[in-house]
Structure formats: C-alpha cells, structure tokens
C-alpha cells in the first residue's frame, strides 16, 4: 500500500512549478519572446569560467578516484578548504568537523532540522517564506510555525517571534536576503533578535537553534549581510552554490554547525545521523571539488543589479507598490485586488507569470523573479502597464 502522506504530498500543486509549465507551454504555442516568465529562480548569470575550468581539470585526474564514494560529510580536504574560507570571510575559527557538504540549501535545510528536533517541536519561520520550509518541517514531524514580517516593509517582526515562542520551539529558519520579497535584516534587527532568543532559551531551558538558510548572502546591492553565527551562537547555517554561482542544477552546499554551540560535536553527530536517515550518502564528488576551487570566485551580481533597476524604474513608473529589493533576484509587488490568485490568472491574459504570495505563506502580493533576460524585462513593459490600467476602471 502506498504511504497516502507521501502521495498527497506529490500530487499536492507546486504554483511555481504549475506557472513555469505552463509559461513553457505558451511560448511553444505564441513565441517565447511573447511570453514574460517571471515565475522561476534560475540564475539568468552563467557560471564563471572558473567552474568550467575547475570541472575539465578535475575530470581529466585518476578516472576511478574522481568519481568515488567520499566521508558521508564530505571530502576532507573540501571540508577544510571550506572552513578556512568561513574564517578567513569572516574572521573566525571555523573547523572542518563542523563542515558537513550537502547537495544544496534544501537538504542542508532538511538535515538541520532532522538533527535538532524532535517529533512534536515547532519551528517557527517568517512568512512570507520559501514553501519547502514547511514540507521539511513536517518530515522531520514538527509543526512550522509562521510568523507574519512587518508589512510593507517585510522585515521580521521580533516582538511576534517572541510571542511565538513556547516550550516545544527548537528552531527558527530564517532567510536574509530572501526570497521571495528580497528583503535584508539588518544587523540591529538580528541582534534584537538573538537577544529574544537567548533570553527565552535561557527561561525554558532549552537551545533554540537559528537555521540561517542563506542562499543569497553574496547577491545583495549594497546592504550589509551580517554573519549570523557572531550574532547567536547556536547557529546552524545553510548555504548553497546554486545562486551565487549559477550551479542550481548541480545540487552543492554545506551546513556550518557553529563552533559557538555548547555540544557542538554532538550536533554535528547528529547532522551526520540525520543525512543518513534522509538517504544522503555523501554530497556529488565532483562538484564538490569544483567549489573547492572556486570558494573565492566572487559572485556576478552586477546583471542582477541592471535587472533591478530596470523593472523597478518600470514599475514605478506605471505606478505598482512594491518593496525595494536589497538582495536576491526577487521582486516583492503588491496585488492590484485582494485575491493574489485572481491577480496572477489575471496577468496571464497579459502573458505576464507572476507567483500568487499565497505559495509563500501571505495573501495580497506576488513574486516576480527578475533573473531573466533584459530584454524581456523590457518588453514586459506594456504587458505590465495594460495589466494596471485593467484595474483602473
Ligand atoms: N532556500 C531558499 C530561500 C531558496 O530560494 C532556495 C532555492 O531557490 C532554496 C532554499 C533551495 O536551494 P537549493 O537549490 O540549493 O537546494
């Protein structure tokens, strides 16, 4: 008999999923250049000629050993190599113990939270969030907990944090820059934040874990991306190469247990035990070696700031709210009607993609994803003022 939890959850209707398809649908029918996706996170920035390089070198050593089995955290010469940067980044004394390579943010974020919770816990995020946080948290058979950003500006609200918080509450996943309003938190607003969460740790007696799910740290324009690890100690951060160097496909990250937690070896045992219960055996060989090549390759973010700039000119212009990015490649716009849903099927007739925010957790705006081509943003244009003016009756 199939596992009915499971099978709901693969039938069960990803909107973001659902708008691409149907975006690849109508550009084989009317023409891609008539159709303005903005519905997906894939990079629109190739990968440096570093990785490139980094592959060809790597494939032409030892062809058995290239592709072999590593130590399920990881090669420890890459676990080494990533540690060294966190410090030197950082100015920090990161081990490579506490390095364990995943493949990507997501089962980074899977496996932090199988390693610090416990069936019945609650996780609290800030919503609007990224959807899988609470697939993720149900697996690992806790209870996501959301706590509404301030609006319009869309930073977390750490007096609600605290309110939330009770004694089931192991972890809070947050996300800066984020997606989807590609808001920044700054650093006063984290402090405040570790405060809260050192100061009810401390009253109900348990560590509540920060999960930093930081897939955008290098793409911001000109904000400050504090490292959190400083901030709270029991930090846990998840990372991934997937934005910063355009590898989304390629499945590689890491989870940094920080050296700040008291027991940190036991969660790092953990983390390994929570890898291998979720079927992870060790993260893909070859790109692991080829981020160890590229850990100072900065990140492209100049296209991503142009794109930025031209869709918000646009937009103000037509006259749209929206909240001004600081990072990532996702633009937060407020709907035109209450029902995002109704506004995102509406832009369709406009052949414009955009995701509703109900998929994130909060009704009233939606998600436009600007890491594609100029040009279409700019042709958007028209598509988007005839959307505004079919709501100015
Ligand atoms: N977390 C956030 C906020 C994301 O936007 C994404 C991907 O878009 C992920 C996690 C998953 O990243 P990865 O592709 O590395 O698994």
């Not at 990072?327 to 709907?335: D, E, N, V």
Request: proline fraction near 7%.
């Amino acid at each position: 008999m199939i596992n009915q939890h499971m099978h709901d959850l693969g039938a069960a209707p990803n909107k973001i999923r659902e708008l691409f398809m149907y975006g690849l649908g109508r550009k084989a029918e009317i023409g891609a250049d008539k159709v303005f996706d903005y519905s997906i996170g894939n990079p629109s920035v190739p990968a440096p000629p570093q990785v490139k390089a980094a592959f060809l070198d790597i494939l032409g050593e030892d062809p058995v050993k290239v592709h072999e089995y590593t130590p399920s955290p990881g090669d420890p010469a890459v676990r080494a190599a990533i540690a060294a940067h966190i410090s030197k980044a950082n100015g920090v004394d990161a081990r490579p113990q506490n390095i364990y390579i995943t493949s990507g943010a997501s089962s980074a974020i899977a496996i932090s939270l199988g390693a610090v919770t416990n069936p019945g816990d609650e996780v609290i995020t800030v919503s609007p969030y990224f959807p899988e946080y609470k697939t993720w948290a149900e697996t690992a058979q806790c209870t996501l907990v959301e706590v509404p950003a301030t609006e319009p500006d869309f930073q977390m609200d750490v007096d609600a944090i605290e309110a939330a918080i009770n004694e089931r509450t192991s972890a809070i996943i947050l996300n800066t820059p984020n997606n989807p309003t590609g808001a920044v938190y700054p650093r006063a607003a984290l402090e405040r934040l570790a405060a809260v969460l050192r100061k009810k740790g401390a009253e109900l007696g348990r560590t509540i874990f920060l999960i930093s799910d930081e897939p955008y740290r290098e793409l911001v324009y000109g904000a400050d991306v504090p490292y959190i690890p400083a901030i709270y100690a029991d930090t846990i951060v998840c990372y991934t190469w997937s934005k910063s160097l355009s590898l989304p496909g390629e499945r590689i990250g890491y989870i940094h247990v920080n050296e700040g937690i008291e027991g940190d070896d036991a969660v790092c045992t953990a983390v390994s035990g929570a890898g291998r219960a979720l079927g992870y055996i060790c993260a893909p060989v070859l790109l692991q070696r080829v981020v160890a090549r590229c850990l100072d390759v900065p990140a492209d973010v100049s296209e991503y700031a142009k794109k930025r700039e031209v869709l918000t000119g646009m937009l103000r212009g037509i006259g749209y709210e929206f909240v001004e990015p600081d990072g990532a490649f996702y633009l937060w716009m407020r709907s035109l009607e209450p029902d995002a849903e109704a506004f995102s099927e509406r832009a369709k007739q406009f052949e414009l993609l955009l995701v509703p925010s109900n998929s994130f957790g909060c009704t009233g705006w939606v998600r436009l994803s600007y890491c594609i081509s100029e040009k279409t943003i700019r042709e958007s244009e028209d598509a988007l003022r005839a959307l505004y003016e079919s709501y100015q009756a």
